[in-house]
């Protein structure tokens, strides 16, 4: 018997930037990372001295999981979150506070819904899912 996949219909996140493009993206990233920029929390955990590289890193990584460009596997390869994430202290309050700038970055653009709605949960759930200590 073959096996049946109830779960192949297409990834809502891979959909967005077709419908909405880029610039929504990057705009929210930079409003987040405005944000982290002055966090008292999160901004420590960030070893480069400017943050211009690290906020490339995620706009490029949204728009190729959001279904647009691949810059991101060209320049980094696999994404390997989980990994890349182990080095920083990772607990709720963490976890929290990012999910915090980047619900107030939400709130600074305007990206319709659906996608909206799909873009927030799909980064709150990552976020969750990058935990790494209690
Ligand atoms: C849960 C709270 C999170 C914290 C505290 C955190 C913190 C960090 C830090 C400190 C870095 C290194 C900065 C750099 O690239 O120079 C980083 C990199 C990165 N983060 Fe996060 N992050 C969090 C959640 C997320 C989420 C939810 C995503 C994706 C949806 C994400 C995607 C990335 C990506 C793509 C990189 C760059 C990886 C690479 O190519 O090296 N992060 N993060």
Redesign the pocket.
């Known amino acids: 018997m073959a096996l049946q996949s109830t779960d192949d219909r297409p990834d809502p996140v891979f959909e967005i930037v077709p419908a909405i493009g880029a610039a929504p993206i990057e705009q929210l990233v930079a409003a987040f990372y405005r944000r982290v920029a002055t966090d008292d929390l ?1 901004r420590p ?4 001295e400017a943050l211009d ?2 906020e490339q ?2 706009r490029d ?2 728009i190729f999981r959001c279904g647009g460009s691949e810059a991101y596997l060209t320049n ?1 390869g696999h ?1 390997r ?1 989980r990994m ?2 182990a080095p ?1 202290a ?1 607990d709720q309050a ?2 929290d506070r ?1 999910v915090k700038l980047m619900d107030e970055a939400f709130e600074e653009v305007n990206i319709p819904d659906p996608q909206r709605s799909t873009l927030q949960e799909f ?1 709150r759930a ?2 969750t899912f ?2 790494n200590r209690e």
């Open positions: 999160l955990m960030y070893p480069d590289e690290a890193r995620l990584f949204l980094r994404p979150l890349r994430h920083f990772i963490a976890r990012w980064l990552t976020a990058l935990r």
